[in-house]
């Protein structure tokens, strides 16, 4: 059974363009969510995406910032302009049920490394 | 809104011997849940260890024991016979329990880097 599968590993992007981040959560999870980590920083909610629907935005920026989970494919955390304070690490989690107990635990990816030149 | 706190940026350990992770965290809630995440050089983040808050009996996995102090809001991480391989970020982590959308998000400390001495 694969793991959280997240690409690329590294992005290079200048200030203006766009940066795709990819998560593929592992099999039989419906559930993503985004965590963003800044240099010596803990890891920061963003968005937690359901198959086709946006369960909670409230750590998401609220602009240039995007992200979705189509039916069908990967989750794409969508980064528009890009500034220099994009450069973060940025992780995927997913988990198999929108359940109370503790074994609805988040499984991680290895993250993307964005680096904004 | 809870918090997190890890109160030792760096920690180090002798090969072989208990090292203790401190974390302290602030909810208004009774329910939630507790982690433990390490974070090696690969960046992967791996869970250690986790606790429910209505039990009142300690998690532990193999070396990796806890101990949770509900009264305190304190929840310190417990590494037995230490080994090369532990070396790494750790963070603590809160979830709530209500179970509603917004609820189901990590709130993380600013880790603590171990260091395991040879």
């Known amino acids: 059974n694969a793991g959280v599968m997240q690409n690329p590993r590294h992005l290079v992007r200048r200030r203006g363009q766009e940066a795709r981040l990819r998560c593929s959560p592992m099999k039989g999870h419906s559930h993503v969510y985004w965590y963003r980590q800044l240099p010596e920083e803990g890891l920061k909610f963003m968005v937690y995406l359901q198959k086709e629907n946006i369960i909670d935005e409230s750590g998401m920026p609220k602009e240039r910032f995007s992200a979705e989970f189509p039916k069908e494919g990967p989750s794409i955390l969508r980064i528009q302009q890009v500034v220099r304070g994009d450069s973060a690490a940025y992780f995927c989690?997913?988990?198999?049920?929108?359940?109370?107990?503790?074994?609805?635990?988040?499984?991680f990816g290895a993250g993307t490394r964005l680096s904004v030149l | 809104a809870q918090t997190v706190t890890q109160s030792q940026p760096e920690m180090s350990v002798q090969e072989a011997e208990t090292v203790t992770l401190s974390c302290t965290y602030d909810t208004s809630e009774s329910d939630y849940y507790l982690f433990w995440y390490k974070q090696p050089p690969s960046r992967q983040m791996i869970l250690v260890i986790r606790q429910e808050a209505y039990k009142q009996q300690n998690a532990t996995e193999n070396r990796f024991s806890v101990n949770f102090q509900k009264a305190a809001k304190s929840f310190s991480l417990k590494i037995s016979d230490s080994q090369l391989g532990d070396a790494a970020m750790y963070f603590c982590a809160y979830r709530s329990a209500n179970g509603r959308g917004s609820n189901y998000k990590l709130t993380f400390g600013k880790g603590t880097l171990l260091t395991v001495n040879p």
């Open positions: 989690a997913s988990s198999p049920l929108l359940g109370q107990g503790v074994k609805n635990i988040q499984y």
